[in-house]
Structures are given as C-alpha cells and as structure tokens.
C-alpha cells in the first residue's frame, strides 16, 4: 500500500476527490489518498509542497507558476478544471465603496503573498487600467481573517471564488461589486519532483481514476443536490456553477502556460518566463 498526501481547498471543483476516496476507488488500486484542505488557498499549499506535507495538490495556475520558477521543486502533470474562475470582488456590507472604481489604490486583503487572491489583485487592476504599483495588501490568511479584516476596516475589499463567498453576500456579510473571471484555466494538478520520480506509476493511477470520475461527473444523478448539501450553496447557485465549469482530463497547453507566463512577467508577478519542459511533467 502506497500513501500519497493530497491537498485541495476546501470547495466544491474537489467534491469527485472526495466521493472517490469515501467510495475507496484508489484503495482497491493499493494507493491510500490521503486529502488535506486547505483554507488558506494556494499560497498555503506551494509551501505545503516545499515543505514535503503533501505530494501532490489541486492548485491555481498561476500561483503553483509562480512558485515553481521561484524553485518550488514541483511540475504541473495535468488540468484540472478546464475553464475559468470566477473571482468575485468583495467589500464589508457597511462599506462607503460601491463600485469596482471606487477601490483604485485601496488595501486588498489577501491569504498570503503568491496566494491566488494575491495576484487576481494584479490581474484586477490591469483589467481597470489601475497602477498596479501602488496596491497595497492585508494578509488574512483565509475567508475568516477576510470576514473580519472587511468588517474590521483593516482592509477595503478581498477577491475570492463567486460561488464559494455567495452565502456570505446572501447573508449580509459581503457585499460583492464586481467579478473578474481568470483569463485561463484555473485549477491544475501539481505534484512534487520526487514522487513524480518514485511514485510514477501510483501518481498515473490517481489520474487515471478522477479522469475517468470528471469527464461524466455532471451527469452524475442528483450531482446538483449534493454538491449543494455538502457545501451549504442555494441549489440554483450550483447549477448555474455547474453549468459555467468544465473539468479538464489533458495536459495544459504550451500556448496557454506561455500566455499566462506573459501576463504574470508584464505585471512583474515573476522576474523571468520559465520553458514549458521546466513546469510540465507528463506522466
């Protein structure tokens, strides 16, 4: 029996992970999985990576991009989920701020430097012709320092998922002004060097498995209903999710890694565009 530790946030894109490993399907191939979520996003899980923590993880693109050229010694195996984030842009409720432009030069809080909600901040800006030079940031760590930094006053706004910050928007919590969806796919599978070099053969059948569980999950029976128990999400919330996301079974292309290295090296995100072999493994 082989253990392989994996993380993931804890949202809805990671429910087929968990119905395979309650249901025992990489058990019956002798791999025990084993998940850790992840509150803290993708920041917490490339340092989860380094430290040798977890082996593997569910992770933002552009984040685990960033982190392999600044040594992070992981490769990119495969995507995840094939279509864009929806990032959400949100204030407290009792905020003055009202609309996207009202919070140029404003304190965005953020999970951690390098973290996802980090460098939509950059993103965000350049899609409102902001100088992105002059954003400022609180760490939070997750949704809860989010919550009371936005409340609080210690921060002005905090970019997250659409879906997964809706029942605070519903609850009076949040109010949201604005999305910005990424400009690639989002999620991707990362895994560390050495299991990539010991573990080969379990790391392609891990993939091999959820491949097979994501290319018909939507059409899983009452898939909506679950997702919407499991996760506290209104049920029309989850079927319009549905309706907008696309798993992905296939390596990411070079054009696309190359485009997103662009766009990360342009907001000086990376000081350098690493080769598509040097992020990539192909298992």
Known sequence: MTTIKIGGVPEHFNLPWHLLIEG????????????????????????????????????????IIKDIIAG??????????????????????????????DLENKKAAISRYGSGSHLMSFINAKNQGWDTSKLNFEVVKNLDGAIEALTN??????????FTTKPIVDNGIFRRVADCPTPWPCFVIAVREDILKFNNKEIKTILNIINATT????????????LSHRYNQ??????????????????????????????LYNLNIIDKKAAYEDLIFKV
């Open 24 to 63: 025992e399907s990489f058990l019956k191939k002798n791999i025990k999985l084993e998940w850790k979520d992840y509150p803290g996003g993708t920041g917490a899980m490339c340092e989860a990576l380094r430290k040798q923590e977890i082996d593997m993880a569910i992770i933002l693109v552009e984040g």
């Open 72 to 101: 992070n010694p992981s490769k990119i195996v495969q995507t995840y989920i094939q279509t864009p984030l929806i990032w959400g842009v949100h204030v407290g409720a009792n905020s003055k701020y009202e609309s996207i432009s």
């Open 153 to 162: 006053g210690t921060a002005d706004y905090f970019m997250w998922e659409h």
């Open 215 to 226: 290319i018909d999950f939507k059409k899983t029976p009452s898939i909506d209903k679950t």
């Open 234 to 263: 209104q049920l029309e919330d989850i079927q319009k999710w549905l309706q907008l996301t696309e798993w992905g079974q296939s390596m990411i292309e070079k054009e696309t890694l190359n485009a997103i290295q662009e766009q």
